[in-house]
């Protein structure tokens, strides 16, 4: 038995990020960006107003107050979008919009409720403003030239913005991974027929398709493989197509598990683990025509595990992602937990947050076909080998696999 760490290291190392291509910035959510984003144009492209308000020369407002308001001229109005007429002289003043570009001479703006009607197109200044205030800056957000949006970064609303802010109606993003799902076993049906006597529901198919899509990648669901050679030597052949191969079953040492076998035979490199982990103790994992292939256990949540762990790092390295492995919180156990050591163990919890911090209850029911508990879980407590059992109130390494802990 090899250890986590070691298999996952292994396998990063055989993979790589995809390519890239170009995407309209409105499909780019979610994806990883390609090169570094450069701004053409500082941000603000000029210095403008932050407020609704007047356009002054500081100087001018010296002595203003509600009892002594001093009168300026207004001599243009200014709305967002609109270039300044003429510099403003002294004693005068510019009606200006948020956004609207700063006009000559003036350096501060005077808030619309800080000031009043005056006669004559005049405008009574009712508080002091310093040099500067309510402007804001030509380049204060970004300067024309500066890495606006870093290569690797995850585009998210807030890069988006950013993207959309320099003026980029398209970016390179890296590819997607197509992986390919193949489930394998002689007792399959598909999930538009009741099973027959003797047969199961291929759900690990559409469980690996969900994971691989959480991923941000793209299944290609292949269905199911029989357990024969040329059945699945068929599939495999097939799955070959894609960037990536995701099988489950088939992996252990039971007579009819071919898998191991029918991917030596496809590809040059073959590697068969069991790793020390519990669920997800069989992996095979091999790379074909550069691509990796990963043989998950027929097991739903053994299944689950080692997808968690092994594939979908794999497929964030393949994105281009640059944080690729889920974090690890320190929590408070909630009941006592009782595990055979020799193996790492991966156990289904619910993870909440009370006004002390983060907990964790291990759930009842750890058999690796239990679909309830996984169900109920948000979070995976990883219990290292050594333990022989965890007290309630120890503090537990916790790994989140979604965020439904952090809403209420
Ligand atoms: P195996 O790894 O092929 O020996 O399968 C281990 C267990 O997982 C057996 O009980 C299988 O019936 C079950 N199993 C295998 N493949 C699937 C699947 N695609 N969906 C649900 N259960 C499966
Ligand atoms: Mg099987």
């Excluded at 979610?30 to 107003?49: H, K, Q, V, Y």
């Excluded at 993207?163 to 489930?183: H, T």
């Excluded at 983060?358 to 990883?382: D, K, R």
Aim: hydrophobic share 40%; net charge positive.
């Amino acid at each position: 038995m090899i250890p986590v760490q070691t298999a996952l290291d292994t396998i990063l190392k055989e993979v790589a990020p995809l390519g890239l291509e170009s995407v309209q910035l409105q499909n780019a959510l979610g994806r990883t960006l390609g090169e570094d984003a450069i701004s053409r144009w500082p941000n603000p492209m000029w210095n403008n107003s932050a407020m609704d308000g007047y356009a002054v020369r500081s100087n001018d407002t010296l002595g203003a107050s509600e009892e002594a308001p001093v009168r300026l001229t207004v001599i243009y109005d200014l709305p967002a979008g609109h270039k300044p007429d003429r510099p403003v002289g002294q004693g005068e003043a510019v009606r200006i919009m948020t956004g609207a570009p700063m006009p000559e001479g003036a350096d501060a703006v005077v808030m619309v409720e800080k000031t009043g009607p005056a006669p004559d197109n005049g405008v009574f200044i009712r508080s002091i403003v310093k040099h500067g205030e309510h402007v804001r800056l030509r380049g204060e957000d970004f300067q024309k030239g500066d890495v606006a949006v870093k290569k690797g970064a995850v585009i998210r609303p807030a890069e988006t913005a950013m993207l959309a802010a320099i003026g980029s109606p398209f970016v390179f993003v890296y590819k997607r991974p197509r992986v390919a799902v193949v489930s394998t076993g002689d007792e399959l049906v598909d999930i538009n027929q009741t099973p027959p006597p003797g047969k199961i529901t291929n759900s690990n198919g559409y469980t690996l398709a969900a994971l691989v899509r959480e991923a941000g990648a793209e299944p290609i669901q292949l269905g199911i493989a029989r357990d024969n050679r040329a059945s699945l030597l068929e599939k495999l052949k097939q799955a070959a197509e894609a960037d990536c191969i995701v099988s489950s079953g088939g992996v252990s040492v039971g007579d009819f598990d071919f898998v191991k076998d029918v991917l030596k035979e496809l590809g040059s490199r073959m590697i068969f683990w069991k790793v020390a982990m519990k669920p997800g103790k069989p992996l095979a994992f091999g790379v074909i025509g550069g691509k990796p292939a990963f043989g998950l256990p027929g097991n739903p949540v053994s299944s689950m595990v080692a997808f968690e762990q092994f594939v979908r790092p794999a497929l964030l390295k393949m994105s281009g992602r640059l944080e690729i492995e889920r974090t690890t919180l320190p929590a408070r156990l909630e009941k006592d937990l009782k595990i055979k050591s020799g193996r790492v163990n991966f156990i289904r919890a619910k993870m909440t947050i009370d006004a002390t911090g983060l907990c964790v209850t291990p759930l009842a029911g750890q058999g690796s076909a239990l679909l309830t508990t996984m169900v109920s879980a948000n979070a995976y407590i990883i219990v290292p080998k050594e333990s022989e059992g965890l007290k309630k109130g120890d503090m537990v390494k916790v790994q989140p696999f979604d965020m439904t802990a952090f809403y209420k």
